[in-house]
């Protein structure tokens, strides 16, 4: 015949070797998966910098154009806002504890 079979110990030895190699890949995916995910925070983080740096420098921005603009105009610096103030709460919706009563 010429087929070999595999001495019981042999065999053994076969299972544990695929064994093995099946935790180290299972382990080497994982740590692909670690890497990856790493890479999505750093850019995460990254973007959130930028965002955060271009939100200052608008707030900075702003800041320096409203004294530009009370240095140029004084009497409006004084002035009342142009926008309506928001109305004030009326008693028109009751809540549900009136309606009781």
């Known amino acids: ?3 070999q079979l595999l001495k019981k110990g042999e065999n053994q030895q076969a299972a544990q070797k695929a064994r093995m190699l099946l ?8 740590m692909d998966q670690a890497a990856d995910m790493a ?8 973007a959130n910098n930028a965002m955060n740096r271009m939100t200052h ?3 900075q921005s702003s800041r320096t154009m409203n ?5 140029v105009n004084p009497e ?6 142009p926008w309506p103030s928001p109305p004030a709460p009326t008693g028109a919706n009751p809540t549900p504890r009136d309606r009781r009563s």
């Not at 935790?23 to 994982?30: D, G, S």
């Open 67 to 71: 004294r530009a603009q009370k240095s």
């Open 23 to 30: 935790a180290k890949q299972a382990i080497a995916a994982q």
């Open 39 to 46: 890479e999505l925070s750093v850019a995460q983080i990254q």
């Open 1 to 3: 015949m010429g087929v």
């Open 76 to 81: 409006k610096a004084s002035r009342p806002s």
């Open 57 to 59: 420098m608008m707030a």
